[in-house]
């Protein structure tokens, strides 16, 4: 396998990917590592790149907790806010 072939494909703007192609790209990575046909640098190349990608991965998700959590904590107030007026 050439060296262009294990190179970070997602270096520039690799936080404005979405959460499913972070994933989609994990999965990719993951597969070429499974095949123990790469070489040690390529293998810590691709470790690295899965490395910034899983951390991208778990901070969309905390954004995301958060988000959900102010949605369900305004629905609460709401809720109370109408059980009071009835």
């Keep these: 396998m050439s060296q ?5 494909r997602f270096e ?4 404005d990917l979405s959460f499913e192609k972070t ?6 990575l993951v597969d070429k590592m499974e095949t123990g046909n790469l070489g ?5 190349t691709l470790y690295a790149e ?7 991965c778990e ?6 907790e958060g988000k959900i959590r ?3 904590e305004k ?5 109370l806010k109408k059980e009071v007026e009835s």
């Design 4 to 8: 262009e072939n294990i190179e970070p």
């Design 23 to 28: 994933i989609a790209r994990l999965k990719d």
């Design 50 to 56: 899965g490395s910034r990608l899983v951390s991208q």
């Design 75 to 79: 629905n609460e107030k709401l809720t």
């Design 12 to 15: 520039m703007g690799e936080e």
């Design 70 to 72: 102010e949605l369900m």
């Design 40 to 44: 040690l640098e390529e293998m810590i």
């Design 59 to 64: 901070e969309k998700l905390r954004s995301a």
